[in-house]
């Protein structure tokens, strides 16, 4: 299909990201050898992720101005974006109507200017709260019902996923230095209270960070950067780690950056995202600290290995990150939770029979209590494992559902949603 507007590039991208159930950022990237992607690169991401971010509330106007909502992959993306620019964005109606029309999508002048004048809170009236959650914050209801059913603050952890949260940017240097260089580029910066080599930075182009400051720096959520803080804690200068889910490194390289004489073994999966983590190995001088292999962490290749510290970072519903890659929200289901949980009790089991006394970590960037507490649990009681107590380390990210272990929320603590838990034999 030719795309010639915006609109209809953005359609496509999220037709395929709904399909193929990747990511946002992945599909550009994809399209990338496109010189109208290539140019329009940044408007088609933060439209594609408003759209997202809103998609529930941008049917329900659309539903109610213009009538049903295509079933049509495509289309109803079309009819999403369409909504989103009347309603946020003062763009033209005569050039969306031409745009509805090329794609069979029957909205009129008038339809598409009682979308403008559509109150959201008459929308809602009649709906239960629960409902009404789901389409003004666009969080799947089954979602929506599960947090206000297992968490005290369950409507601002809803909320929070529509809320932009801050860049969290790693300093492989002094801090100060990269203070002084994001300062240079005209970038507002200030230090991180809880970690020593974090800099938060507001409202930023990535790309111009990444490639001003290279390997100075390493873009990540500060929810993760804890991990290597906890290692460096718990044992010292000399230390082995297997890194059960490796890819893309994040971790990894950390801990080797952190602890002088830190040596890891990653272990992942998945073949493409083992490439990345090798070259961003090598990109920040880190070859010699850690080696990377293709592998299911169900059947490590480790014969006879003793490491210090197991870390399982593995796969998960990734529900806190819905407010960074709010695309989740569009195939993520119940049965995905439990079909998770499963998988990673697998893998924490099977790292319970590396050889040694060992220290596991444990990590998801997701909320839900199957799995996180629940495994947790499942797996001392089963291997007759204690937890560390990492709430005297990091108080401020105690977790009130179990004792010991961390969990990070968007709306308490600005990073994406996350779990720690540290396990020792
Ligand atoms: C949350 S990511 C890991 C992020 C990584 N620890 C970091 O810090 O950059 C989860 C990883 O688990 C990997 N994975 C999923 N199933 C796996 C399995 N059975 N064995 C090993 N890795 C697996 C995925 O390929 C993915 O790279």
Redesign the pocket.
Known sequence: MSCRYVEEICADILREVEERRISIRGAIEDRAHDSTVRRLRSLILALCLDVVRRYVLLEKIFEHSVGEVPRDIFKRNLARIVTYEVRYRDIRIERLVKICRKHGLKASRRDLARMRETSESELVKDLSYEERLHVLYSVPLWLVRYILRKFIDGEQIIRSFSERLPTYVRCRVSRNVVLKKLKELGIDAKEDPDLDDAVIVDKVKLSLIERTLGNLIYVQDKS?ML?AHIVEKLVDNNVRVV??????????IHITDRIERAYVTG????FR?VLT?LSLIYRYDAHSKVDVVC????RPPLRQYSPHIV?V????TSIGKLSHSPEIRLWLREHHVREMAR?QYK?LRKACSISGRIIMIYS??TITFEENEDNIKRICDEHGLELVDLCTLFPKFCNIYMRGSLRLFPHTHRTGGYFIACLRS
């Not at 592998?295 to 169900?298: C, N, P």
């Not at 970072?313 to 998960?316: E, G, I, Q």
């Open positions: 993760s991990i890194d059960m889910c490796s890819a893309p490194g994040g971790k990894a272990i992942d999966i998945s995202r983590e592998a299911s962490a169900l870390i970072d593995p796969d998960c998988l893998i998801t960037c």
